[in-house]
T-cell receptor, first 113, second 111 residues
Framework: DQQVKQNSPSLSVQEGRISILNCDYT??????FLWYKKYPAEGPTFLIS?????DKNEDGRFTVFLNKSAKHLSLHIVPSQPGDSAVYFC????????????FGTGTRLKVLA | NAGVTQTPKFRILKIGQSMTLQCAQD?????MYWYRQDPGMGLKLIYY???????DKGEVPNGYNVSRSTTEDFPLRLELAAPSQTSVYFC??????????FGEGSRLTVL
């Protein structure tokens, strides 16, 4: 049972345009969400987070939107740069105090110069 | 530099062998985690610890054991390696703001 789903395995975007990565979840107890970026042969690095009390969080070129009724979140990258080419994972956790994050399967973003 | 250090980075094991993946963090984080990532899959939680002396199972604990004798160290033990344990293993700790901070990973192949 995949509680966190990233249905697009890959995405290609032209440099300078917007990249939109999507994530769906099934567990209504999830209340904190993270996005990670991963380059080959490296560990995932934290990008941006959002709490369920918000519907938007912005950090520079990265914005995360949360739609609780649809159990859907998205990561927007504007403008996209070639260095953004990586695998992006979304992760979710419930307010259990243990930070047991459940990860999606990832979306490989390729930004074309 | 402060962070999460994993050793070894690469290891090849024969079926039935045992080994320990080491993980150390110098950020004084209480919460630590072991994840594995298989090709085309997300990260699956193996075990986690909320502090020294306290460990608990995650999504895929079978075939693994952990211990947490100090705040800094969280080793992952494979007792009888199987081909299904071929994966990339990531150790992480949780920051004060609730995000996972990952090590660089340990790539394990079981032949």
């Amino acid at each position: 049972d995949q509680q966190v789903k990233q249905n697009s395995p890959s995405l290609s975007v032209q440099e300078g345009r917007i990249s939109i990565l999507n994530c769906d979840y099934t567990n209504s107890m999830f209340d904190y969400f993270l996005w990670y970026k991963k380059y080959p042969a490296e560990g995932p690095t934290f990008l941006i987070s959002i709490s369920s009390i918000k519907d938007k969080n912005e950090d520079g070129r990265f914005t995360v939107f949360l739609n609780k009724s649809a159990k859907h979140l998205s990561l927007h990258i504007v403008p996209s740069q070639p260095g953004d080419s990586a695998v992006y994972f979304c992760a979710a956790s419930a307010a259990s105090g243990t930070y047991k994050y459940i990860f999606g399967t990832g979306t490989r973003l390729k930004v074309l110069a | 530099n402060a962070g999460v250090t994993q050793t070894p980075k690469f290891r090849i094991l024969k079926i039935g062998q045992s080994m320990t993946l080491q993980c150390a963090q110098d950020m004084n984080h209480n919460y630590m985690y072991w994840y594995r990532q298989d090709p085309g899959m997300g990260l699956k939680l193996i075990y986690y610890s909320v502090g020294a002396g306290i460990t608990d199972k995650g999504e895929v604990p079978n075939g693994y054991n952990v211990s947490r004798s100090t705040t800094e160290d969280f080793p992952l033990r494979l007792e009888l390696a199987a081909p299904s344990q071929t994966s990339v293993y990531f150790c992480a700790s949780v920051t004060n703001t609730g995000e996972l901070f990952f090590g660089e990973g340990s790539r394990l192949t079981v032949l």
